[in-house]
């Protein structure tokens, strides 16, 4: 069984940073895309930003320049680095790996969520 967890969430004020991490577990071949998503109360889940297996990175027009998202392969785990935070970043943030496993093949996880939230 593949587990997705992810930590690094809090309380901060504006303008402060937050580094998220998320370290998948299990019996994984290898892992394709891993990405960041953000679901806001009332709001509909939102790609925040996505990294490839081979360094691509793609990233929501809100968060380009403040956000920087990166892996580690060795160590199976996906980051983002969340710097000049706003109160519009509050948000449950989630992680999400394509993956490749040993029994199942293709899988597509997420995590349980960390809260992010960024007061004024």
């Known amino acids: 069984q593949v587990q997705l967890v992810e930590s690094g969430g809090g309380l901060v004020q504006a303008g402060e940073s937050l580094r998220l991490s998320c370290v998948a577990s299990g019996r994984i071949f290898a892992i394709n895309t891993m990405a960041w998503y953000r679901q806001a109360p009332g709001k509909q889940r939102e790609l925040v930003a996505s990294?490839?297996?081979?360094?691509?990175?793609n990233y929501a027009g809100s968060v380009k320049d403040r956000f920087t998202i990166s892996r580690d392969n060795a160590k199976n785990t996906a980051y983002l680095q969340m710097n000049s935070l706003k109160p519009e970043d509050t948000a449950v943030y989630y992680c999400?790996?394509?993956?490749?496993?040993?029994?199942?093949?293709?899988?597509?996880?997420w995590g349980q969520g960390t809260q992010v939230t960024v007061s004024s």
């Open positions: 999400n790996m394509i993956l490749i496993t040993l029994i199942n093949g293709r899988l597509d996880v």
């Open positions: 990294i490839s297996s081979g360094g691509d990175t």
